[in-house]
T-cell receptor, first 112, second 117 residues
Framework: ELKVEQNPLFLSMQEGKNYTIYCNYS?????LYWYRQDPGKSLESLFV?????AVKQEGRLMASLDTKARLSTLHITAAVHDLSATYFC????????????FGQGTRLTINP | DAGVTQSPTHLIKTRGQQVTLRCSPK?????VSWYQQALGQGPQFIFQ???????QRGNFPDRFSGHQFPNYSSELNVNALLLGDSALYLC????????????????FGSGTRLTVV
């Protein structure tokens, strides 16, 4: 059964710093998604990564995928307070699967 | 363009009762999935509906059931509520005729916060 693990689970950082969230998954998958969730709110889609070596960037966030290592990273550059949220990675467990398997989430707090 | 809408937003029920949650998918979407998100956890897949049929189910007991209507809207029913059923229930939709998760993933609703006391 596919397992998705994120680390760290909690991250407190200062504005202006850089940091990386890691997402490891246990079996082969051809799609990985990153979502953002604000407290009490729904999930907002950030990135979809479809192939080995894929890199996507939006503002201060950049996501990458290494399917051979079964690893995705979400890199935050020069963090700002507005990026405080919980970030989830999610993986399609096999081709044709009807579900996403989510990691536990990384709660990111960015302090002024 | 309305996204995924869920109702109610909050609900308090007593252990042993039954509850029905409702979801209207985003316009142009025909596939609806339900997820349970316990506090501090990632969402867990309950089941997916497409063409009014349950296509796949996660590891949830039969107390969890659902329905999809011809207009693509969906209901999640939970019988014999347990304290452990307290969670945020998220509905997610995927584009028309996809029958599966589109390459762009799901659009999620804002959820229904269910508290069982």
């Amino acid at each position: 059964e596919l397992k998705v693990e994120q680390n760290p689970l909690f991250l407190s950082m200062q504005e202006g710093k850089n940091y990386t969230i890691y997402c490891n998954y246990s079996t082969t998958s051809d799609r990985l998604y990153w979502y953002r969730q604000d407290p009490g709110k729904s999930l907002e889609s950030l990135f979809v990564l479809l192939s080995n070596g894929a890199v996507k960037q939006e503002g201060r966030l950049m996501a990458s995928l290494d399917t051979k290592a079964r690893l995705s990273t979400l890199h935050i550059t020069a963090a700002v307070h507005d990026l405080s949220a919980t970030y989830f990675c999610a993986v399609v467990p096999f081709q044709g699967a009807q579900k996403l398997v989510f990691g536990q989430g990384t709660r990111l707090t960015i302090n002024p | 363009d309305a996204g995924v809408t869920q109702s109610p937003t909050h609900l308090i029920k007593t252990r042993g009762q039954q509850v029905t949650l409702r979801c209207s998918p985003k316009s142009g979407h025909d596939t609806v999935s339900w997820y349970q998100q316990a506090l501090g956890q990632g969402p867990q897949f309950i089941f997916q509906y497409y063409e009014e049929e349950e296509r796949q189910r996660g590891n949830f007991p039969d107390r969890f059931s659902g329905h999809q209507f011809p207009n693509y809207s969906s209901e999640l029913n939970v019988n014999a509520l347990l304290l452990g059923d307290s969670a945020l229930y998220l509905c997610a939709s995927s584009p028309l005729r996809s029958g599966t998760i589109s390459f762009y993933g799901y659009t999620f609703g804002s959820g229904t916060r269910l508290t069982v006391v």
